[in-house]
């Protein structure tokens, strides 16, 4: 069963930047897609970014375009989130999460089946 580990959230002042890694270990990540999920308290999961298993295609919600990048190096394993420019409003718990898939990507959540345990990101001064 595919484990999904993320790494990289921490504490960052607002306008600052963070950069997440999702990583697995026991399997190939070349035929998953992977996304991108955050949840702040007393909110619903929200998609961030997800990724194509190629690295093709990629997609971002609105409220993170051209601040956020999403890439991955198949050879390590790893999916990573650039996160610049960081606001308050994007303090959540940040989650990542896999499925097989020739060349797309979905940012609902239902369509993984995958999923890693998280880890905290929170911008304030």
């Known amino acids: 069963q595919l484990q999904l580990v993320e790494s990289g959230g921490g504490l960052v002042q607002p306008g600052g930047s963070l950069r997440l890694s999702c990583s697995v270990s026991g399997f190939t990540l070349n035929y998953y897609a992977v996304g991108w999920f955050r949840q702040a308290p007393g909110k619903e999961r929200e998609g961030v970014s997800c990724?194509?298993?190629?690295?093709?295609?990629?997609n971002y919600a609105d409220s993170v375009k051209g601040r956020f990048t999403i890439s991955r190096d198949n050879a390590k394993n790893t999916v990573y989130l650039q996160m610049n420019s960081l606001k308050p409003e994007d303090t959540a718990i940040y989650y990542c999460a896999g499925r097989t898939s020739s060349d797309y990507a979905s940012l609902h959540a239902y369509w993984y089946d995958y999923w890693g345990q998280g880890t905290q990101v929170t911008v304030s001064s």
């Open positions: 990724i194509s298993s190629s690295g093709g295609s990629t």
